[in-house]
């Protein structure tokens, strides 16, 4: 099994900045992506941010250059750096991780437990 642990949300003005942090821990042979992905009320859950086991990354087209997503291997930690925030960025964070828990399983996804950002003067 394996925890995620986020920190890092907040209360935050317009134009602003935000660092949210997920640890990962637990029974972990491999993690293949991580990544955040955030959800408004009333609205589906949507794709912030990912980055591949390779370095690879992807963005939500809302979010392109203010937000910026970064993992540390040794720590099994994925970070989002989110930068001139708006109000429309106001959501529950989530952090998702996909691994595998040893060499014959395959990679399941794995969910944190939420963090709020909100956006507000």
């Known amino acids: 099994q394996v925890q995620l642990v986020e920190s890092g949300g907040g209360l935050v003005q317009p134009g602003g900045s935000l660092r949210l942090s997920c640890a990962a821990s637990?029974?972990?042979?491999?993690?293949?992506?991580m990544g955040w992905y955030r959800q408004a009320p009333g609205k589906q859950r949507e794709l912030v941010a990912a980055?591949?086991?390779?370095?690879?990354?992807n963005y939500a087209d809302s979010v392109k250059g203010r937000f910026t997503i970064s993992k540390d291997n040794a720590e099994n930690t994925v970070s989002l750096q989110m930068n001139s925030l708006k109000p429309e960025d106001t959501a529950v964070y989530y952090c998702?991780?996909?691994?595998?828990?040893?060499?014959?399983?395959?990679?399941?996804?794995?969910w944190g437990q939420g963090t709020q950002v909100t956006v507000s003067s």
């Open positions: 998702k991780v996909q691994a595998r828990a040893n060499y014959y399983s395959n990679g399941r996804n794995y």
């Open positions: 980055i591949t086991s390779g370095g690879s990354t």
């Open positions: 637990g029974s972990i042979f491999s993690i293949n992506s």
